[in-house]
């Protein structure tokens, strides 16, 4: 039986620059000349079973009580994922970037880069900034975020990563999604946990029943 590849939550990027397109073409050239690009245009096919497989057979592993890598089978053969093969297989180079900035340093960049709203919490939202760098958040939130909420919204990893292309800044982004996974595996267990102990709460009504 043929795979059935998944329909892709995120979407590929292009740095087509047109006619049409020219008050951005200062913001394509920066996203194709950033060391992030791979990431932005990697176009592997994900499949419906082999992705059920993963989450299926999924352990997180920790030291200290912090995740240092994920592992799982698909098809039988061992697949394991790490911050560090997530930069190498996307020829990031960012483990030794910053994991984060201070306010002051990336706020104040964006507010001179045109940003008119309030900052009194961490969330920006996209339609404050001018149209050339609210096309590069809108770009970043439909290629690499996993939010499910408004994309008018720009969380706080996705500001950073914005910072740091437009700054040129290194900033460790194979962690993020490391770190979503982990967060996913934590959630899908305490999914298993609840349908166990639902399972043997309906066993032992059932047996209480039939006595």
């Given at each position: 039986m043929?795979?059935?590849?998944?329909?892709?939550?995120?979407?590929?990027?292009?740095?087509?620059?047109?006619?049409?397109?020219?008050?951005?073409?200062?913001?394509?050239?920066?996203?194709?000349?950033?060391k992030y690009n791979t990431l932005l245009t990697a176009d592997a096919p994900i499949y419906?079973?082999?992705?059920?497989?993963?989450?299926?057979?999924?352990?997180?592993?920790?030291?200290?009580?912090?995740?240092?890598g994920i592992t799982s089978k698909v098809g039988g053969v061992l697949v394991a994922i790490s911050?560090?093969?997530?930069?190498?297989?996307f020829q990031m180079n960012d483990l030794v970037g910053k994991s984060y900035f201070p306010k002051s340093e990336y706020q104040l960049d964006l507010i001179e880069r045109g940003y008119d709203g309030q900052l009194t919490k961490a969330t920006m939202f996209k339609p404050n900034f001018p149209p050339a760098t609210k096309f590069l958040f809108h770009t970043?939130?439909?290629?690499?975020?996993n939010k499910t909420t408004s994309f008018n919204e720009i969380p706080l990893k996705i500001q950073y990563l914005g910072y740091a292309v437009m700054s040129k800044t290194n900033f460790n982004y194979s962690q993020e999604p490391f770190t979503d996974l982990v967060n996913n595996v934590k959630t899908l267990k305490l999914g298993r946990i609840?349908?166990?102990?639902?399972?043997?709460?309906?066993?032992?009504?059932?047996?209480?029943?039939?006595?």
């Open positions: 043929a795979l059935i590849i998944k329909h892709p939550h995120n979407y590929l990027c292009t740095f087509e620059k047109t006619d049409k397109n020219t008050k951005f073409h200062s913001i394509i050239d920066t996203l194709s000349s950033f419906q079973d082999t992705l059920r497989d993963f989450w299926v057979n999924v352990e997180v592993h920790e030291q200290d009580k912090k995740p240092w911050p560090a093969n997530i930069s190498e297989t970043l939130l439909t290629c690499l975020s609840l349908l166990f102990f639902c399972s043997q709460g309906f066993e032992l009504l059932f047996a209480k029943e039939s006595s």
